[in-house]
């Protein structure tokens, strides 16, 4: 492969400067989902072709925190130890030099996982490209309580960008933009592929509400390596009430936050879709632009 693939987490960075540092208690709470669920996945990555891995943290910590990160780290992954404030240009000063012409970096917050094919799978649409972002739509949503949810997201925070690198420019990197507004900054992709990735649920987690239908256990173990604890199995007549509790649930929410009900729909309509680019324009994709599409193609075949 003539590109070099980073993945890049950011663990406990801080966002404006003077902020207080991350307490112990939140680091070693987080570090508890990323040992379970981001740490074995990345380590159990199949036919990818070799790849870095940047951990940035937040380097105001206790002697404890940082020995048990380091410990973890080796064979693993380079921590990058800093206070300064975060910056969407951090991880492009941070990646070394290279005489390849292309740079594909993945992004993946501390708390979730991939699947075990997932970086080989971002490999495999390197094509020359100038930039292009690349996003696998289907994931799973993994509860506290074990339960298992499958969704579709457009433009996901699992995303990766393919750049070409420019003489004396600094990377774009993937965190050039807000994953939901990619486009904004390059064509993006959206992939047909099985289940790709993992959001773990919890209650420090800024996405806690899981917005997919209910599926049984076996598509964790199926897709995933992880050492996370949750429902392996379940009974059929238990998998239906839970089913139907997650339908009551996702139909109150619609109904007290339309706009969510908007997302789902234009995620599945441009899931169905295969995969296809979607060219550089401000914002995500929309139902609209869907249904649009569909009537031109109807017109071309008349």
């Given at each position: 492969?003539?590109?070099?693939h980073?993945?890049?987490?950011?663990?406990?960075?801080?966002?404006?400067?003077?902020?207080?540092?991350?307490?112990?208690?939140?680091?070693?709470?987080?570090?508890?989902?990323?040992?379970?669920?981001?740490?074995?996945?990345?380590?159990?990555?199949?036919?990818?072709?070799?790849?870095?891995?940047?951990?940035?943290?937040?380097?105001?910590?206790?002697?404890?925190?940082?020995?048990?990160?380091?410990?973890?780290?080796?064979g693993?992954?380079?921590?990058?130890?800093?206070?300064?404030?975060?910056?969407?240009?951090?991880?492009?000063?941070?990646?070394?030099?290279?005489?390849?012409?292309?740079?594909?970096?993945?992004?993946?917050?501390?708390?979730?996982?991939?699947?075990?094919?997932?970086?080989?799978?971002?490999?495999?649409?390197?094509?020359?490209?100038?930039?292009?972002?690349?996003?696998?739509?289907?994931?799973?949503?993994?509860?506290?309580?074990?339960?298992?949810?499958?969704?579709?997201?457009?433009?996901?925070?699992?995303?990766?960008?393919?750049?070409?690198?420019?003489?004396?420019?600094p990377p774009?990197?993937?965190?050039?933009?807000?994953h939901?507004?990619?486009?904004?900054?390059?064509?993006?992709?959206?992939?047909?592929?099985?289940?790709?990735?993992?959001?773990?649920?919890?209650?420090?987690?800024?996405?806690?509400t899981?917005?997919g239908?209910?599926?049984?256990?076996?598509?964790?173990?199926?897709?995933?390596?992880?050492?996370?604890?949750?429902?392996?199995?379940?009974?059929?007549?238990?998998?239906?009430?839970?089913r139907?509790?997650?339908?009551?649930?996702?139909?109150?929410?619609?109904?007290?936050?339309?706009?969510?009900?908007?997302?789902?729909?234009?995620?599945?309509?441009?899931?169905?879709?295969?995969?296809?680019?979607?060219?550089?324009?401000?914002?995500?994709?929309?139902?609209?632009?869907?249904?649009?599409?569909?009537?031109?193609?109807?017109?071309?075949?008349?």
């Amino acid at each position: 492969m003539d590109a070099d693939h980073a993945l890049l987490t950011r663990f406990s960075a801080v966002l404006d400067p003077g902020a207080p540092p991350p307490t112990e208690d939140w680091l070693f709470y987080r570090l508890g989902f990323f040992v379970d669920a981001c740490l074995p996945s990345v380590l159990s990555q199949q036919g990818a072709a070799p790849f870095t891995w940047l951990v940035l943290l937040d380097d105001r910590c206790s002697d404890d925190f940082r020995a048990e990160v380091t410990r973890l780290s080796e064979g693993a992954f380079t921590p990058v130890w800093t206070h300064e404030p975060w910056r969407r240009e951090t991880f492009a000063h941070l990646l070394p030099p290279s005489s390849r012409p292309h740079l594909i970096t993945t992004r993946l917050d501390s708390d979730d996982a991939i699947a075990v094919d997932f970086m080989a799978r971002v490999q495999h649409q390197l094509a020359g490209q100038d930039r292009l972002f690349v996003n696998f739509p289907r994931g799973v949503q993994i509860e506290r309580s074990g339960a298992v949810h499958r969704t579709n997201v457009l433009s996901s925070p699992f995303l990766s960008l393919i750049e070409a690198r420019r003489p004396g420019q600094p990377p774009l990197t993937v965190y050039a933009a807000k994953h939901a507004r990619a486009r904004g900054h390059a064509p993006l992709r959206e992939v047909a592929a099985p289940v790709m990735w993992a959001q773990v649920l919890h209650g420090n987690n800024l996405l806690n509400t899981s917005t997919g239908v209910r599926v049984h256990p076996r598509l964790v173990a199926e897709r995933f390596r992880l050492d996370l604890v949750h429902d392996a199995d379940i009974a059929p007549a238990a998998l239906l009430r839970g089913r139907a509790r997650q339908l009551a649930r996702l139909a109150r929410l619609w109904a007290a936050h339309p706009g969510e009900l908007t997302k789902q729909l234009e995620a599945t309509a441009w899931t169905l879709r295969g995969t296809h680019d979607r060219p550089m324009a401000p914002g995500a994709p929309r139902l609209n632009d869907h249904l649009l599409a569909g009537v031109q193609r109807l017109r071309r075949t008349r």
